[in-house]
């Protein structure tokens, strides 16, 4: 049910991209979504360079999953304070800019035989409740451009985002109403941000669900938000998972963890949750 559809964000094991695809051969995991490579964004890429992803991927017995973009983390109006997060090598740029980011990303996607980019919802705002109609009008433009190619945009629950969290996602997937624009559901972001993934979080993304992130988060009594290795954080996994087969979820798991042990490595970090995770579904007998 899980380990079948299993992945990994190739920079959260390397950022050495023929290191982290060796790895996740050896782990046997089935595929992988790319983000960064060689330390360069997917979405600069030419065309030369992602065709040596494609061969790169595939000679391993590996197929891509998604691009995961960071297509829309842009500020709707520069002029407006808002929140800020990890862009991944990209330049603070406009809206009409990541318009045209996302054309290149299709491409780009055509090229490596995938129909899935990961999205997000725009810098967040200090009400974001108050622009939701403005980011359903862009994301639904988005929506029909990528449809028009055959391709599925997956919204990210991200707190810089206003799509921060699963009821804002959901919210605006729904208002989008397009089957080219789903959730992609991170339980681990929703606990990071401080809001509970379970039931509440699940619940309010389920119905438009494609695609899920797996990492575990907790928040310290400090006050300071920590990606940790699943099994760690406060994600019930177990509880999420038994859901998603409940509920009929036939998509994929890719592992996103955020996390390097002290004096470690993001490879170790990535190792630490795929052992947790493999051990927690054994004992639970859900596979």
Request: proline share 5%; with cysteine; aromatic share 8%.
């Amino acid at each position: 049910m899980v380990l079948n559809r299993l992945g990994v964000l190739t920079d959260e094991v390397s950022a050495n991209f023929t290191e982290a695809l060796d790895w996740i051969a050896e782990q046997k995991l089935v595929h992988v979504e790319v983000r960064m490579v060689d330390g360069k964004n997917v979405s600069q890429l030419s065309d030369e360079q992602v065709a040596t992803v494609k061969e790169e991927v595939e000679k391993r017995g590996l197929f891509v999953s998604a691009i995961a973009s960071p297509l829309f983390k842009c500020a709707l109006d520069p002029a407006r304070p808002v929140a800020s997060g990890d862009t991944f090598g990209q330049q603070e740029e406009t809206v009409e800019a990541h318009f045209a980011k996302l054309d290149r990303a299709i491409e780009i996607c055509r090229l490596l035989g995938t129909d899935k980019i990961r999205i997000f919802s725009f810098w967040r705002e200090e009400e974001p409740a108050r622009y939701e109609l403005e980011i359903v009008d862009h994301l639904r433009k988005a929506a029909e451009i990528a449809g028009k190619a055959g391709i599925m945009l997956l919204l990210e629950n991200e707190p810089a985002c206003n799509g921060g969290f699963a009821s804002e996602v959901g919210s605006i997937v729904a208002k989008v109403n397009s089957p080219s624009l789903k959730v992609l559901w991170d339980p681990g972001n929703e606990e990071y941000g401080g809001r509970p993934s379970f039931p509440e979080g699940y619940n309010a993304v389920k119905d438009g669900l494609a695609h899920v992130h797996l990492k575990d988060a907790y928040i310290t009594p400090e006050g300071q938000s920590k990606c940790v290795p699943i099994g760690s954080g406060k994600v019930p996994f177990l509880e999420q998972f038994r859901a998603l087969q409940r509920d009929g979820y036939d998509g994929l798991f890719t592992i996103e963890t955020h996390y390097v042990p002290e004096g470690g490595t993001a490879k170790d970090g990535t190792a630490m949750t795929l052992a947790a995770l493999k051990k927690l579904l054994k004992e639970a007998g859900i596979d």
